[in-house]
T-cell receptor, first 110, second 113 residues
Framework: QKEVEQDPGPLSVPEGAIVSLNCTYS??????FMWYRQYSRKGPELLMY????GNKEDGRFTAQVDKSSKYISLFIRDSQPSDSATYLC??????????FGSGTKLNVKP | DGGITQSPKYLFRKEGQNVTLSCEQN?????MYWYRQDPGQGLRLIYY???????QKGDIAEGYSVSREKKESFPLTVTSAQKNPTAFYLC????????????FGEGSRLTVL
């Protein structure tokens, strides 16, 4: 069983829509949860990270962790064409090793 | 500007040849990582190094080798023993701030002909 599973999409939405991206993970011992954004032919860049359960908001982005369900989500409000990218979730026990989801490709249509 | 520099960006190799991918960072980070990215599989860890002159195998180390002689450099050699080397290779470094942030280079795309 993979440590973290992510729906690959692709996901296509109109501009202004609310986007929900999700991952599930296997081991309740994971404590750190991250979302990376990767534009085509580029390296990923960190969007947000959260520790333990709860929500974290940063502008149009909200990261949510539900440890009881082993489920993490990234919500994008008022999506823009510039948000079109692949979004990767990542989890870690202690920041020494990271496990990445397969990525969800998002396309926001103008 | 501070960051991670990977070279070459694109590389073609004949079967049976070894090839070395360069990764240099000027962020003064101790930890460095090599990942492989294939469509639909996400990032898989090849090797990582927490400190100079020390490195550990990741989940898919077979057919790869690394060295860490200098803090700023972590080259990856893809050997002829790697059965399916065509992929996008990403190098990353991590600071000590414990924010979960990996700083990635722009990647090297290797194609075996």
């Amino acid at each position: 069983q993979k440590e973290v599973e992510q729906d690959p999409g692709p996901l296509s939405v109109p501009e202004g829509a609310i986007v929900s991206l999700n991952c599930t993970y296997s081991n309740s011992a994971f404590q750190y949860f991250m979302w990376y954004r990767q534009y085509s032919r580029k390296g990923p860049e960190l969007l947000m990270y959260t520790y333990s359960s709860g929500n974290k908001e940063d502008g149009r982005f909200t990261a949510q962790v539900d440890k009881s369900s082993k489920y993490i989500s990234l919500f994008i409000r008022d999506s823009q064409p510039s948000d079109s990218a692949t979004y990767l979730c990542a989890i870690s026990y202690n920041f020494n090793k990271f496990y990445f989801g397969s990525g969800t490709k998002l396309n926001v249509k103008p | 500007d501070g960051g991670i520099t990977q070279s070459p960006k694109y590389l073609f190799r004949k079967e049976g040849q070894n090839v070395t991918l360069s990764c240099e960072q000027n962020l003064n980070h101790d930890a460095m990582y090599w990942y492989r990215q294939d469509p639909g599989q996400g990032l898989r860890l090849i090797y990582y190094s927490q400190i100079v002159n020390d490195f550990q195998k990741g989940d898919i180390a077979e057919g790869y080798s690394v060295s860490r002689e200098k803090k700023e450099s972590f080259p990856l050699t893809v050997t002829s023993a790697q059965k399916n080397p065509t992929a996008f290779y990403l190098c990353a470094s991590q600071g000590q701030e414990n924010t979960g942030e990996l700083f990635f280079g722009e990647g090297s795309r290797l194609t075996v002909l």
